[in-house]
T-cell receptor, first 112, second 115 residues
Framework: KAGVTQTPRYLIKTRGQQVTLSCSPI?????VSWYQQTPGQGLQFLFE???????NKGNFPGRFSGRQFSNSRSEMNVSTLELGDSALYLC???????????FGPGTRLTVT | DQQVKQNSPSLSVQEGRISILNCDYT??????FLWYKKYPAEGPTFLIS?????DKNEDGRFTVFLNKSAKHLSLHIVPSQPGDSAVYFC??????????????FGKGTKLSVKP
């Protein structure tokens, strides 16, 4: 099976702009979670989607949002970008009630 | 407040010897623990996991031990190989019930295995 894919891999944006990141889960996986990785805070949970519904949300401002489509693909959006949003954004998928999540390669976002 | 802590930022081990990576947690509601390995410019790769009802799980060269009373788990790699050099993350799930889609990660330990 193909793994989790994320596009784009690298992105440079300017403060105040918005950005949309995309994630395609492993075939058959209906749960998609998003994480932000920064040197200072480590890996932090953003939100989880299952069957097109947000099932869980981390402690991030409302500028961070996401959605899931009927084919389980997911997008996350960050509006009004700030310098502190520069990070590696990771998407992970899993099967049903399993605990093990499988990660994509990430999107490296740089905000200037 | 860090709920999952990896107190050693780095560890250096000789090839062929045992690597022991440690992780402590504070939330007694966690019911499942996972270890991930991460190479630069790649996403984390799932290694091994353990349910809170067990105290040991083994998979090849990797063994995870869980001590619930001490809220401590460890990952043993035997024998260590240069290809094991990576950052290892401990993660926990279940604190908030429900979907298990929310993993709480430690800050990671960078393992260097020297030939």
């Amino acid at each position: 099976k193909a793994g989790v894919t994320q596009t784009p891999r690298y992105l440079i944006k300017t403060r105040g702009q918005q950005v949309t990141l995309s994630c395609s889960p492993i075939s058959g996986h209906r749960s998609v979670s998003w994480y932000q990785q920064t040197p200072g805070q480590g890996l932090q949970f953003l939100f989880e989607y299952f069957s097109e519904t947000q099932r869980n949300k981390g402690n991030f401002p409302g500028r961070f949002s996401g959605r899931q489509f009927s084919n389980s693909r997911s997008e996350m959006n960050v509006s009004t970008l700030e310098l502190g949003d520069s990070a590696l954004y990771l998407c992970a998928s899993k099967q049903g009630a399993a605990y093990e999540q499988y990660f994509g390669p990430g999107t490296r976002l740089t905000v200037t | 407040d860090q709920q999952v802590k990896q107190n050693s930022p780095s560890l250096s081990v000789q090839e062929g010897r045992i690597s022991i990576l440690n992780c402590d947690y504070t939330n007694s509601m966690f019911d499942y623990f996972l270890w991930y390995k991460k190479y630069p410019a790649e996403g984390p790769t799932f290694l091994i996991s353990i349910s809170s009802i067990k105290d040991k799980n083994e998979d090849g060269r990797f063994t995870v031990f869980l001590n619930k009373s001490a809220k401590h788990l460890s990952l043993h790699i035997v024998p260590s190989q240069p290809g094991d050099s990576a950052v290892y993350f401990c993660a926990a799930s279940g604190a908030y019930g429900g979907s298990q889609g929310n993993l709480i990660f430690g800050k990671g330990t960078k393992l260097s295995v020297k030939p």
